[in-house]
């Protein structure tokens, strides 16, 4: 072991001597050839080395001096064209203790290549750019749209004569396709589809079909919520739940109907103030009321208020603007032109939504305000059946008034005995739509208001033919006595409450006959409402079944807190961010200054500022991230911060092409995503060869495409999709999936028990998980998902023993193996364990197994097979794993040793990966 | 360290196997695994120890019927509190009762105990008996958050902003992990005595860290770690056989890629494996004489106080860097004497046994063990019990360089404000630090555009009380 220890350790050491070599090379040439880029070059050690003393702020400022602005520094320290004479060369050059910048004690020190720079920058002129972030962005050239992509990454690619890698292999592509656009691995129908035309058209189709499909909202939304910080419940002290999954219904119905992005950030920041705002639009604002919040007792309102307040800030200009400005909390910022009061003006553009600090008792009291919501397909399905019910006739004879009104004679005065028999003449009663009843009636459509004790209601209907059955449908408040063609029928007492559902009698046929019948209705109250309409069906079996299942998806409607406004608070600059603190200038909403002078006051102000071409940062910032969704990494990597502490992009006129093209082409987020997915750049392998691995390991360039691990959401998603399970449900209230009994023991106010969901909710997908801002989902946890507890731009992407511990162990994964297991054993097609294998592997991995991988997998089967034929009781155990009922007509113990290659292959680190 | 503990020599030999079965790249796996636990930084010659202990009191302990002992407030015991004292100050659930505050006197006796003549509450017999003179009592905390949530979060994290890494991570990232098959934090939980406040993950979570630096929760009911356990009809034997064809097909796929992400997949396999082997055993008290057992007041591994000091120092032993034990019982707003009394029986027995047993064991030397709440407690009434304190508390600090036998730091007359050396919870991060071989001011990492520290920019360390 040790010999080879020292063997690896020299190799490598040449490795790196070599590596090392190479770079060298290649710095010296790139740099000398070029000038000094001051936002390339310069900026980045200014802001890293000298502004925290030197810059923005203020408050902290050293000596006097700014290195931030051109005018200040070349007036005070930098002599362009002469570095020797500039104070601020001296001064990094000295070898004095007491003169030396940054001083001796300071964390930052300067490397000598940095020195280098700065002198050859001063020497060139000490030429200064504005922040490129803070300057709009412009198209250079006049390229195709379809080829800029790719134009604008070989430019670069060019300098460094490189070029793309060569196509990646079409299992390749479509199984990156579809894990960047769904969410999900491609189904072996899929996979034989693409490979039935040339690529560029394969891609072009795909992209197509996955961009259209409803799974394709929830890969988007997974970001989207982890930037508004989206989450169950509500975070500090007991954690409770909250209902606001109509708001992730909203994201995912809105990138799935390609709303246009201004719409959907005016909808989020200022759906409210629309005027006649939807329920839809409502609920967007309910972005607003995301924030955590506090129900511990002894807190004070108003430190919590202040909590909230800057939440609101850090989390909008995270999202939208990539901007730190909750660094400006305290102080003015140290790094950009952001002053505490552009905090505060910022975070007054949300004083007018109604709040409290404190929420005593929120278990029983809830959070503020709510609408009640039902979502988009509820209502589609709703209106199906109802269509449904309309075509097979809801009371086909004589239609009752639930969706439109049918006239009756009617009177309030008790009429002469006859006045039930069929050749009454009722002309001088009334005539009037049912239902009858006084307004306000629980549930009751009234048409013709009926506010006296009794009232009868007659009306003729005619029948071609007798048919065999026939029901009354009927709704009434309170006794009712009814009777066709002078036959008393049904003498009904008290009231039925079910307006939706009408109660339903059979009534004898006898009473019938063939041309004019009469129905008519005696109905009595004794007190409350009152309420009457009836209708009559030869056919309510099915109208029953519709008719409840109307009811039940009536009832799944659900509440979202809502953001109402009122007088807005007073906002004042809160000096060194103290809450108790009330010395502080009084502030009205206002962008950040040196973004835009323009006179705004409320949160539509900002929603519109944010998306108008003024602002040089939201469609930046929203096209960055998009990037790192196909390629790994944003252009710039720090997704967070667009600002001077972030990172200059690797391809700047790339970044801003794609910006000015997404906000030209309406916000059109499909658009650009379709730009993308069909570049060259995008379908390259994702292969590095050595000479990648040493020019370029981190992949800045795109000379071949990237490999990462799929999202924590997705890894689960993955495995129910490949075993069958996976329901594909969109939308609805959270679900919780299995969780190790105890995960919760922590909580209280109150103490509470995980229950899992039964049924075809356990199988949804991951980003339906029940989020549990104080205890996520471990499985989801082990994979980086983020708590929301803050904004989070960017998600790590570990690799840790409690990731492997969860694909290994989790019931999830088990039962997903078992249910995989059990379609290829028995699947008449797949005769030996080969073609049961090849099935298996081509599910989970979209391409043939090799043959080392085959000898591999068998010999595991057949070790397991050996073992569990003795072990049952331990087969049995295995299959038995998880809801799915352990299935009958297996044999067991021959289910199990599948299992485990199963299990193997949904362990695989190419199983998680998109390359 | 007297004896080598036997679980290193086993899991060592069981890897040894483990890897030998697979026939390719065990040294490039060997030097992958160190690579991935070493940690960012090598420790500075201010380095006195190589773990910590934290005993979290959580829920606020009154210092004043703890360790501070204040005469005058047992004069004023039900007189007005002095305005003096209270005015523009924050309060939490005497918010209401403002301008009709209350003096509570000490509700237990306090007395010098051992050579050093500390001043520690008979509430606290075992740790006034046995470890006075081991400790080094601070009595002029001092936080900026009078919540428990907040409180805990920036007694954690040094921030009131959730997301932001736990000491613990911190630590972790920056020293790397000593154990080949534990995770280098390792949380537990035990409740009793009071009010048991929540307690959330965000405590020991890794924030903008890289995540294997997280906490690690072990648990006394279910999987001692959360998914350790193999599914059921699933032995150790099948397992292994899973993982190893695992680490085949990882393998071959990598023939040609050559990727070190899966590198370093195959090594958290085995470092999954090697904690499922090595858990049962750690959790397992058997081979643990009973004068130990007795020492700590546990029969075995269930989830109490005392069991998880003897599962600390079991950590310990195994190199785990970074150990927090939460106790969830000290949130006394009412009945404060016999709230103090129930809580201090199930804590002061076993965290005086952890203490003595590290010191035994040589293992105290450089280990710091912690002992503290999130906050302390008015020395005002809220009926027979006190409230949520920021401006005064107590905590102690034993081993890993710490003077031993002294008292630090002072409080006014009431114990309302720590007004003698005051020691803000930056300041113990800073200490922490130190005492680590850290360098609070230098330990950063770049998140949004700025260089986080765990002392944000702030901290002071205390040379008064180090070696």
């Known amino acids: 072991m040790l010999i080879l220890n020292s063997i690896q350790f020299s190799f490598q050491k040449i490795f790196y001597l070599l590596l090392i070599t190479i770079a060298a090379i290649l710095v010296t040439e790139s740099k000398a050839s070029e000038i000094i880029a001051f936002n390339r070059d310069v900026r980045p050690i200014l802001a890293d080395n000298c502004w925290s003393c030197h810059g923005p702020d203020a408050g902290n400022r050293k000596a006097k001096l700014r290195l931030d ?33 940054p001083p001796k004690d300071h964390r930052k020190k300067l490397t000598a290549p940095q020195k280098k720079l700065l002198v050859d920058w001063i020497n060139q002129g000490a030429k200064w750019q504005d922040h490129w972030a803070w300057i709009r962005p412009i198209r250079m050239g006049d390229i195709p749209k379809e080829k800029a992509i790719d134009w604008f990454l070989l430019k670069e690619l060019k300098k460094k004569n490189l070029k793309f890698s060569e196509l990646a292999p079409s299992h390749t592509i479509i199984r990156r396709l579809s894990f960047d656009l769904r969410g999900l691995p491609p189904t072996t129908e899929e996979i034989k589809e693409f490979q039935k035309y040339d690529t560029e058209e394969s891609i072009k189709r795909a992209a197509k079909s996955f961009i259209s499909s409803p799974s394709f909202g929830e890969r988007m939304a997974v970001h989207w919520l982890d930037l508004v910080r989206y989450a169950d419940t509500n975070g500090y002290h007991a954690d409770i739940e909250w209902s606001v999954s109509p708001y992730r219904d909203y994201v995912i119905n809105a990138f799935n109907k390609n709303m246009p992005f ?3 950030t005016l909808e989020q920041i200022a759906g409210d103030l629309i005027p006649n705002a939807s329920t839809e639009q409502k609920v967007a604002a309910g972005y607003n009321r995301l924030n955590m919040k506090s129900t511990e007792f002894g807190i004070q309102d108003k430190e919590y208020l202040s909590k909230y307040s800057a939440d609101r800030v850090r989390t909008t200009a995270t999202t939208w603007l990539g901007a730190t400005l909750g660094c400006a909390e305290c102080h003015d910022h140290k790094f950009d032109p952001f002053s505490i009061r552009d905090f505060y003006s910022f975070a007054a553009f949300f004083a007018d939504i109604k709040s409290v600090g404190y929420y005593p008792d929120a278990q029983k009291k809830g959070w503020g305000e709510t609408i009640e919501v039902i979502d988009q397909n509820t209502i589609t399905k709703i209106a199906e059946l109802e269509n449904t019910l309309k075509s097979i006739g809801p009371s086909n004879i004589l239609k009752d008034s639930r969706k439109e009104g049918n006239t009756w004679q009617y009177i309030f005065n008790k009429p002469n005995p006859e006045w039930k028999l069929p050749d009454y003449d009722d002309s001088k009663w009334n005539s009037g739509e049912a239902g009858f009843g006084s307004l306000g009636t629980p549930n009751g459509k009234v048409r013709t208001e009926w506010n006296s004790s009794d009232i009868w209601i007659r009306r003729d209907f005619d029948l071609k033919e007798v048919p065999e059955k026939i029901f009354l449908l009927i709704q009434h408040d309170e006794d009712a006595t009814v009777s066709i063609n002078g036959n008393n029928v049904e003498n009904l007492k008290g009231y039925s409450t079910d307006s939706e559902a009408y109660a339903v009698h059979g009534i004898d046929t006898k009473h019938l006959k063939i041309g004019k019948n009469v129905i008519a209705i005696h109905c009595h109250q004794t007190s409350g409402g009152q309420f009457i309409d009836a209708g009559l069906s030869s056919d309510v079996t099915a109208n029953i079944e519709i008719e409840k299942q109307i009811k ?11 953001t109402v406004s009122v007088e807005p608070r007073t906002v004042r600059i809160l000096p060194r961010g103290d809450w108790m603190d009330s010395t502080g200038e009084i502030v009205g909403p206002a962008i950040p200054q040196f973004l835009s002078k323009k006179e705004t006051r409320s949160r539509t102000d900002l929603a519109k500022w944010i998306t108008s071409k003024e602002n040089p940062l939201t469609a930046r910032v929203f096209v960055n991230r998009l990037w790192k969704i196909f390629f790994g990494n944003g252009i710039s990597r720090v997704l967070d911060d667009i600002g001077s502490q972030g990172e200059w992009p690797s391809h700047p006129e790339l970044l801003d092409w794609l910006a000015v093209e997404f906000m030209e082409s309406g916000w059109d987020v499909k658009h650009v995503v379709n730009l993308i997915v069909n570049s060259k750049a995008y379908r390259q392998s ?67 028990t995980y229950k899992a969901d039964d049924g075809s909710d356990q199988y949804r997908r991951g980003l339906y998980t029940h989020w549990q801002r104080q205890f996520l989902h471990p499985a989801l946890l082990a994979f980086d998902a983020p708590s929301r507890e803050e904004c989070t731009a960017n998600r790590p992407r570990s690799n840790t023993p409690l990731a492997a511990l969860v694909l290994l162990n989790d019931p999830t994964q088990i039962e997903s193996a078992r249910t995989m297991a059990q379609k290829i054993i028995t699947d008449p097609a797949l005769k030996d364990d080969e073609s049961k294998i090849s099935s298996m592997f081509m599910r989970v991995l979209s391409r043939p197994a090799l043959g080392s991988e085959m000898t591999s997998l068998k010999q595991l089967l057949e070790k397991h097979r050996k073992e569990f034929s003795k072990d049952p009781k331990s087969a049995n155990e295995l299959v038995s794993i998880g809801q799915q009922p352990s299935p009958e007509n297996v044999d067991q113990t021959e289910l199990a040793p599948w299992v485990s290659v199963a299990r193997v292959l949904l362990n695989l680190h190419e199983t998680i990966t998109r390359n | 360290m007297k004896q080598l503990p036997a679980t290193k020599m086993d899991t ?42 934290v005993l979290c009191m959580a829920g606020g302990p009154s210092h004043l019927e703890t360790f501070d002992y204040k005469p005058k407030l047992e004069e004023l015991d039900g007189k007005p509190m002095p305005k003096s004292f209270t005015e523009g100050q924050q309060i939490a659930q005497l918010q209401g009762q403002a301008n009709n505050l209350k003096v509570l006197g000490p509700q237990h006796q306090f007395k010098k105990y051992g050579k050093s003549g500390q001043e520690i509450s008979a509430a606290l017999p075992n740790i006034a008996n046995k470890i006075s003179d081991d400790i080094c009592i601070i009595r002029s905390m001092q936080t900026e958050q009078i919540n428990h949530d907040p409180a ?11 997301g932001r890494p736990s000491m613990g991570s911190w630590i972790n990232y920056g020293l790397g992990s000593e154990s080949g098959n534990l995770p280098g934090f390792v ?10 406040q929540p307690i959330a993950a965000r405590q020991w979570h890794s924030g903008f860290l890289p995540s294997q630096h997280q906490g690690v929760r072990l648990r006394s009911k279910g999987d001692p770690v959360l998914y350790i356990n193999n599914p059921k009809g699933v032995t150790p034997d099948r397992q292994k056989d899973v993982i190893d064809t695992i680490k085949n097909l990882n393998m071959i796929g990598n023939q040609t890629l050559k990727d070190p992400e899966i590198a370093a997949r195959i090594s958290q396999y085995e470092m999954a494996f090697r904690m499922q082997m090595s858990v049962p055993e750690l959790v397992d008290f058997s081979n643990e004489p009973k004068h130990i057992t007795d020492l700590y007041g546990t029969k075995g591994a269930d989830g109490t106080f005392a069991s998880n000091c003897l599962l600390a120092r079991r950590l310990a032993e195994r190199g785990v860097r970074f150990i927090q034990l939460y106790h969830r019982g000290w949130d006394h707003h009412g009945g404060i004497k016999k709230g103090v009394e129930h809580t201090a029986k199930l804590v002061d027995q076993a965290s005086a046994a952890l203490v003595l047993d590290l010191k035994e064991r040589g293992l105290l030397d450089d280990t710091l063990v912690v002992w503290g709440g999130e906050f302390g407690r008015t020395p005002m009434a809220q009926g027979n019990g006190r409230d949520h304190h920021i401006k005064a508390f107590s905590m102690w600090m034993a081993g890993g360089g710490i003077k031993p036998g002294i008292t630090y730091g002072a409080t006014d007359e009431l114990g309302y404000s720590a007004e003698k050396d005051i020691v803000h919870v930056h300041d113990f991060h800073a200490t922490m630090l130190n005492l680590l071989g850290i360098d609070h001011e230098k330990f950063t990492y770049r998140y949004q555009g700025r260089d986080f520290r765990l002392t944000d920019v702030h901290g002071k360390i205390l040379k008064d009380i180090i070696i």
Not at chain 1, 716 to 722: M, P
Not at chain 2, 24 to 42: E, N, P, R
Not at chain 2, 187 to 196: K, P
Request: one cysteine or more.
């Open chain 1, 552 to 562: 039940e998806l009536r009832q799944q409607n659900r509440k979202m807190l809502a």
């Open chain 1, 69 to 101: 602005k051109r005018e200040s520094a070349t007036k005070e320290v930098i002599i362009p064209g002469n570095a020797n004479e500039s104070p601020l060369i001296q001064r990094i050059l000295s070898d004095d203790d007491d003169e030396i910048m």
């Open chain 2, 12 to 53: 060592s030999l069981l890897r040894r196997s483990f890897l030998k079965r697979s026939s390719i790249g065990s040294a490039a796996l060997m030097s992958l695994l160190k690579d991935s636990s070493a940690g960012m930084i090598k420790p500075n010659e201010s380095a006195k120890c190589k773990r910590v202990i």
């Open chain 1, 686 to 752: 994702s292969l590095r060869n050595e000479r990648l691995k040493v020019i370029d390991p981190e992949n800045r360039l795109i000379a071949r495409q990237s490999r990462f691990r799929i999202e924590a959401e997705f890894i689960r998603d993955n495995a129910l999709a490949v075993s069958g399970l996976l329901v594909k449900k969109v939308g609805g209230s959270s679900v919780k999936p299995y969780q190790p009994g105890g995960y919760w023991e922590n909580l209280n106010f109150p103490r509470r």
């Open chain 2, 187 to 196: 949380v537990l939980t035990s409740v009793g005595g009071g009010q048991s």
């Open chain 2, 152 to 162: 805990h979060t920036f007694m954690n994290t040094g921030s009131i902003i959730s």
């Open chain 1, 262 to 264: 201004d719409q959907f």
